[in-house]
C-alpha cells in the first residue's frame, strides 16, 4: 500500500484536523475552493434539561475527509482554511485513507447518517455473565447505550443489584 501512497494520479482521503465543533465552517470553506469534502454523521442521543433528543453529530469528532491527489502541493490552501486546525501527518507523510474505507463509511449511511449496527440484546432479555467476579450469574437487561454496554439487573444475596457490563461480557440465556 505504500508504493499505492506515493503514485501522484490516485486519489486518496486526507484526514484534517478542525478546530474544536467547526466541521461544518472547514466543510464549507472547503467545499467553495472545490475541494470533495465527506464527514461522517451519527445520531447521538443527548439530555437537556432533563429532556432528551437525537442530533446528528460527527462520526469522528474533529476531523473531516478531504479527496484529492496524493501531490503536496494541493494540500497547501487547506492548511489556511477556516475551521481548519491541521492536517493529520505521521511524520513528513499525510495520513491518507483509501477510497474503500470511506467507500465502507459511506454504504452503512441511511439518509446522509451512519446507522449503527442493531444490538442483538434487548431489554427484558436474560443473560448470562462470562468472566470476571460475576462469571455465571444470570441477569436481565434493564437497557443499553450507544457505547455497547448494558444496564443489567443481577440477584445476588437476596437482592436485586444493577450493574453496567459491556456486551462482550454476556451471552444469551438459553
Known sequence: ?????????????????????????ALD??????????????????SHARRFQNVERPLFPGYVFVRADACQDQWRPILSTVGVRTLVRFGNQLGLLSNAFIASLRARERDGVIVAPESPY??????????????GVT???????????????????????????????VTPQL
Not at 470553506?29 to 443527548?46: A, D, V
Not at 434487548?122 to 462469571?135: A, E, H, M, N, T
Not at 436485586?160 to 462482550?168: E, G, K, Y
Request: net charge positive; proline share 3%; hydrophobic share 35%.
Open 1 to 25: 500500500m505504500a508504493s499505492d501512497l506515493n503514485s501522484v494520479n490516485d486519489k486518496y482521503w486526507a484526514v484534517v484536523n478542525t478546530h474544536s465543533h467547526k466541521e461544518q465552517i
Open 122 to 135: 434487548r431489554p427484558g432479555q436474560r443473560v448470562k455473565l462470562v468472566g470476571g467476579p460475576f462469571d
Open 29 to 46: 470553506h472547503l467545499s467553495r475552493q472545490s475541494f470533495e469534502t465527506y464527514c461522517p454523521r451519527i445520531w447521538k442521543r443527548i
Open 139 to 169: 441477569a436481565t437487561i434493564l437497557s443499553s447505550n450507544e457505547k455497547d454496554r448494558l444496564v443489567v439487573l443481577m440477584d445476588l444475596l437476596q437482592n436485586s443489584v444493577r450493574a453496567t457490563v459491556s456486551q462482550n461480557s
